[in-house]
């Protein structure tokens, strides 16, 4: 089962960004080229907060299933790898969970914005933020904190 929710987990990283980004993307255009906020976007709105509240759920699921977040809080973290379960135990978590809030929070206000504009401006600065917090917080293969891939498979 661990392996399922992390390989979904994984999937559904890129679905995220990828909304994330053309959400962004469709903001920034409705907001400098002053269009009208139509269904379109109302939709893309929506469905790029839900697929970032289902990714949050497979994320909870792991956390609770994840060997690094128990060793770390069994006490068992050696010090020469102790960034690891560090980062999964607190920094990912605490940061997605972040992001999450304020996906949540721009959605439901530019939802209620009186003017297509303040809608557009409202998504396109919390969806940013939400953006920049969550590639601040992905296991990159890169990172000095926690090594995972770009994709992975069953």
Not at 47 to 65: C, D, E, N, R
Not at 108 to 126: S, Y
């Amino acid at each position: 089962m661990y392996t399922l929710f992390l390989f979904l987990h994984s999937a559904l990283r890129w679905l995220v960004l990828g909304a994330l980004i053309y959400s962004i993307v469709r903001a920034y255009r409705g907001y400098t080229e002053h269009r009208d906020h139509n269904a379109t976007d109302n939709a893309w709105r929506h469905w790029t907060a839900t697929l970032a509240h289902i990714q949050l759920v497979a994320g909870m699921i792991l956390y609770s299933k994840s060997p690094a977040v128990s060793a770390f809080f069994a006490g068992l973290v050696g010090s020469d790898r102790i960034t690891e379960p560090v980062f999964f135990s607190i920094i990912h978590i605490s940061l997605m969970l972040l992001a999450i809030i304020v996906i949540t929070i721009a959605s439901a206000l530019a939802k209620r914005k009186n003017t297509d504009r303040q809608k557009f401006k409202t998504i396109l600065i919390g969806y940013g933020i939400a953006l920049m917090i969550i590639f601040i917080a992905i296991p990159w293969p890169f990172s000095p904190l926690a090594q995972r891939p770009l994709f992975r498979s069953l």
